[in-house]
C-alpha cells in the first residue's frame, strides 16, 4: 500500500478492533500493510458503502470479531471431536441464513476477510485473474453474498448481463445494496433471484462463466450443485469454483478432508479441472497444514 494514501475508515476501522479484542487485532496491521494500493481503495470504498448504511468503525468491528471468534470457537471444537459440528443443513439454516441480525454481521464481517485474512486475499485476487481473461458473454453467481465478487464482475468482466442466485433474503438484499450503490442511475444488465439453486428453472442456462464461492460446504450434497452448475454452463464454459478442506465454520456442514477429494467431486459433475489454487493455514507449509489437518482455502477453475 502506498505510504502517501489516507484510509481514515479503514485505519478507524483497524483501531476499534485491536481496542475490542487485541487477540483478533494483533494480525491487523500487518494485513493492511500487505494491501496493494487498489485492494486498500476498495475497501475503504466498501466502507464508506458500509458507513451510509449505518454500519460505522464499532458496528463493522464487531461484524469482523464476531467472523473471527465463532471460527475460532469452531475450530476448537474440530480439533478436539474431528468433525464440524453439524452436519445437515436445517441444523444452521434457522440461526444463521433466516436470521436477519445474525446474517448481516455475517455477510459484513465475511467481506472484511477478504482483504484482512491473507488466504482470503489471496483466493480473491486469484479470482481477478481469472475474471481478467473473460471476454463478455452472460455471468451467473451461486450465493453472492456480500456483493465483493459479484461487484468484480459487473464492474470489470464486460459481461452483457449477470445473474446472481440465493437462498438468503439477507444476503440478496445486501448484494442488491452494493450494487446500487455504485450507480445514480438505473443499470438492467444485472438481476437477483432468491430462490434454491437445485429448484430454480427461472435461472436459464448456457452462462459464460459461472461462480460458486464458498457453497459446498454449506450444503448436504456438494456434487448436486456441482452437476447443477454444469447444467447451466454453455460448452466451453469457465467454472470459478472455491471451497474449504478442514475448515470448521460456524456454517460448515460438509467435510472435505483433502483437495484432491474437492477435485473428485468436480471430475465426477462432469468438469474438467483447468488450475487449482489450494492455500496453506496462515503462517504454515501446505505439508505442515495437511499434517495437522488445518484449514486450506480451495479455488477450482473448471470447464465444461
Request: glycine fraction near 8%.
Amino acid at each position: 500500500m502506498n505510504a502517501g494514501q489516507t484510509h481514515p475508515l479503514l485505519d478507524a476501522l483497524v483501531e476499534r478492533i485491536v481496542a475490542d479484542s487485541p487477540m483478533q487485532g494483533r494480525s491487523l496491521p500487518a494485513a493492511v500493510a500487505a494491501l496493494e494500493s487498489g485492494e486498500a481503495e476498495e475497501l475503504e470504498g466498501y466502507l464508506r458503502f458500509c458507513a451510509s448504511e449505518g454500519w460505522g468503525a464499532e458496528r463493522m468491528a464487531q461484524a469482523y470479531i464476531t467472523i473471527a471468534n465463532d471460527t475460532l470457537r469452531e475450530q476448537i471444537y474440530f480439533q478436539r471431536n474431528n468433525r464440524y459440528r453439524h452436519d445437515r443443513f436445517d441444523a444452521v439454516a434457522e440461526t444463521v441464513y433466516f436470521d436477519a441480525d445474525y446474517m448481516a454481521r455475517y455477510m459484513y464481517g465475511l467481506a472484511l476477510t477478504l482483504y484482512l485474512w491473507p488466504n482470503h486475499l489471496q483466493i480473491f485476487r486469484h479470482f481477478r485473474g481469472v475474471l481478467a481473461g473473460m471476454r463478455g458473454g452472460s455471468y451467473l453467481e451461486v450465493g453472492p453474498g456480500h456483493g465483493a465478487f459479484f461487484r468484480q464482475a459487473v464492474l470489470h468482466g464486460g459481461f452483457r448481463d449477470c445473474v446472481g442466485v440465493d437462498i438468503s433474503p439477507t444476503s440478496l438484499g445486501m448484494t442488491r445494496r452494493v450494487l446500487e450503490s455504485l450507480w445514480t442511475e438505473a443499470k438492467s444488465f444485472w438481476r437477483l433471484v432468491e430462490a434454491d439453486l437445485l429448484a430454480a428453472a427461472e435461472l436459464g442456462g448456457n452462462y459464460d462463466m459461472v461462480v460458486m464461492g464458498e457453497v459446498l460446504e454449506h450444503v448436504e450434497e456438494p456434487g448436486r450443485f456441482l452437476e447443477r452448475l454444469r447444467e447451466l454452463a454453455a460448452p466451453g464454459a469457465t467454472l470459478y469454483v472455491t471451497t474449504a478442506v478442514n475448515a470448521p465454520a460456524i456454517d460448515h456442514i460438509y467435510l472435505f478432508r483433502s483437495v484432491a477429494e474437492v477435485e473428485d467431486l468436480a471430475r465426477a459433475a462432469g468438469l474438467a479441472v483447468r488450475d487449482v489454487l489450494a492455500t496453506p493455514y496462515v503462517g504454515c507449509t501446505m505439508e505442515e497444514t495437511v499434517r495437522r489437518g488445518l484449514a486450506i482455502n480451495v479455488a477450482l477453475v473448471l470447464t465444461r
